[in-house]
């Protein structure tokens, strides 16, 4: 069996920071993400961490946000002691578990501040289900106003045109 070996020598661990990721789906959202920074914060301060917070909006399903990309970024090089998020799926929908062993790989401890207790087989199963229905039903409707802005948009400079 292979054994992975770290690339760089870690900083010392009271050169590492706590970082707090909050992550909503849309812009439409921007109240819960201030509440979701808020108890970040709290809980932080609470545990006497030195901590900062990187936020992002953005699918669940997206593994190109700039917060998430920076945090595995940070993680990889050492600089991160913790990694605190709310829930779970607030840091990705699925694949969370691989960013978690990276980050035990590199000596980042994962708190989960809203950790549930463990579900059944297919209580996770139906709740996968749920989300990417959710995901792709969003991608949809969003698709479709996008169309339906672009020929509004079209009417509107008709309409101007016939009345010019």
């Known amino acids: 069996m292979a054994k992975l070996q770290h690339l760089a020598p870690h900083p010392a661990p009271s050169d590492r920071t706590t970082i707090a990721y909050a992550r909503v789906s849309t812009n439409g959202q921007k109240d819960d993400l201030v509440r979701q920074v808020a108890l970040l914060e709290s809980f932080c301060a609470a545990n006497r961490w030195a901590y900062e917070v990187i936020s992002d909006v953005g699918s669940g399903l997206n593994y190109h946000k700039l917060g998430l990309r920076i945090l595995i970024n940070r993680s990889g090089s050492g600089e991160i002691a913790r990694g605190v998020i709310s829930h779970k799926d607030r840091l990705l929908r699925f694949g969370s578990e691989l960013v978690f062993a990276l980050c035990e790989h590199f000596g980042t401890e994962v708190v989960i501040v809203n950790a549930s207790e463990e579900s059944s087989f297919e209580e996770e199963l139906a ?27 079209t009417l509107a400079a008709a309409a101007k045109d016939v009345s010019a």
């Open 127 to 153: 709740t996968d289900v749920i989300e990417i229905v959710t995901v792709f039903s969003a991608r949809l409707y969003g698709s479709r106003s996008h169309k339906n802005k672009a020929v509004m948009e």
